[in-house]
């Protein structure tokens, strides 16, 4: 009887690992589970401060207004002595400097005050402060295998994705911690033959709506690791 059972249970654990192999779409679902274990960025409503650092360079103060459902996007910029709302309503675009829609060519050229730059902002933050949500959208191309890396001293499960031609041409990677499945690093190359791009270091975290979002956001080149700036989610919470 035990010459028999052994070979079995041998067979049926070889048979049990192998079905709980890691693939890509696990991981991604499992890092979703730590960071939106309720589903609820789809139906996320919210407002946000962010200050972004970069070396020598004055200090950017951001306010967002997000309603996803509402198909709402609001950014308010902070440049010096004026303030540059970007408004994107139901795929209508608004500009406002200093509360006004009276805004000068000049300043529209100095101040990138565009609707071109809005959507871009708004795909930006949504796309930043959405992830690794966000990797479930359409074009999205998960790759099924789960790498293993160690940066900067620490070792990751990384998940590698691309897009869509049309969604974008990008290569990115993220980084996953393996006990808890948190993000910590994301990083991106436009050729990684040439190991261009940036990589971002991810720390502390702010829970809005049982949402984990990135409180700091550190960037760097990929190249060099030259420091280029960081993003401070100093404020953030729900609205109703």
Known sequence: MLKWFLPVLFFNILQSSAQEELTGPKLLEKAIAY????????????????????????TRRTQLELNLPGQYFK???????YTVDYIIDKGECELL????????DTYRDSLQITCERALKMKDYYTYLYGLPMKLKDPGTLIDPKVGKKSFKGKEYLVLKVKYDEEVGSDTW???????????????????ESKNDGEYILLSEEITVNDIKMPKIRAWYYNTNDKYLGTDDLVKAYALD
């Open 173 to 191: 990677y993220f980084y996953f911690d393996p006990t808890n499945y948190k993000m910590e690093v994301y990083q991106f190359f436009h050729d």
């Open 35 to 58: 960071h939106d274990p309720n589903g609820n960025w789809k139906s996320f409503k919210g407002k946000m401060a962010i200050l972004m650092s970069t070396p020598d360079a004055e």
């Open 75 to 81: 950014s308010s910029v902070r440049k010096g002595n």
């Open 97 to 104: 400097l200093n509360n006004s829609p009276v805004i000068a």
